[in-house]
């Protein structure tokens, strides 16, 4: 039996038993992850964020990148997603039909953001809010092309800011790690934006 357990931001009132219990019958810790959260505070995003974030959407906004926010295209999302994850010998969770559906059920919890220079599709980012005031960066990708025009430094500025001015509380951007070994460039990337690591962590019973 193994059980992937949610992060402690997620609880409404953080408490031990569960594991206390599953301890006692015999459940230890396979595997510890980590995840990179934001805690937004009365701070303003552009404050919290480090100088290389607001020099990078300077010049997103110079290009004249525009993001669009709850975005429905969601056809070229998915492509670029999953042409991101082939490069690395994977796939995404869900397929398109599947995002679509879960779309249609959860039309306030699901935003989908994209960016776009004029025409061009540039990228996107799929967050879902796990319960009300925490968000989840479920998906995020961009066309390796238009790596120099900074398209997630601005998706994820945009979205911190949108967060913030919500009343968000937290924003999970994410594992940062496979296996107990650290994406050094990803969470130096969250870190940027003021992110720090928790775990997420998974436990085991052999029968």
Not at 79 to 99: A, D, I, M, Q
Not at 171 to 178: E, K, N, Q, R
Request: net charge neutral; with cysteine.
């Amino acid at each position: 039996i193994e059980i992937k357990l949610s992060p402690y931001i997620y609880q409404n009132t953080p408490n031990d038993y569960c594991m206390f219990y599953l301890h006692k019958l015999g459940f230890v810790y396979t595997n510890r992850e980590l995840t990179g959260v934001i805690r937004f505070t009365s701070q303003s995003v552009s404050k919290t964020v480090d100088y290389s974030v607001r020099k990078g959407v300077g010049k997103s906004h110079r290009l004249g990148m525009r993001v669009e926010q709850d975005s429905d295209e969601w056809d070229s999302f998915h492509r670029v997603l999953c042409e991101n994850l082939e490069k690395k010998g994977s796939r995404p969770t869900h397929s398109l039909p599947e995002l679509l559906y879960l779309k249609r059920e959860f039309p306030e919890q699901i935003l989908l953001w994209n960016a776009y220079l004029d025409n061009d599709y540039l990228g996107g980012m799929c967050n879902w809010e796990i319960k009300p005031g925490h968000w989840l960066v479920f998906y995020s990708c961009y066309k390796p092309e238009y790596l120099s025009e900074r398209v997630l430094t601005r998706l994820f500025y945009d979205f911190c800011e949108y967060c913030h001015a919500n009343g968000g509380k937290y924003l999970d951007f994410g594992t940062s790690s496979l296996g107990m070994f650290v994406n050094e460039g990803l969470i130096r990337f969250k870190e940027l934006f003021n992110a720090y690591g928790i775990f997420r962590e998974t436990i085991s019973l052999k029968l």
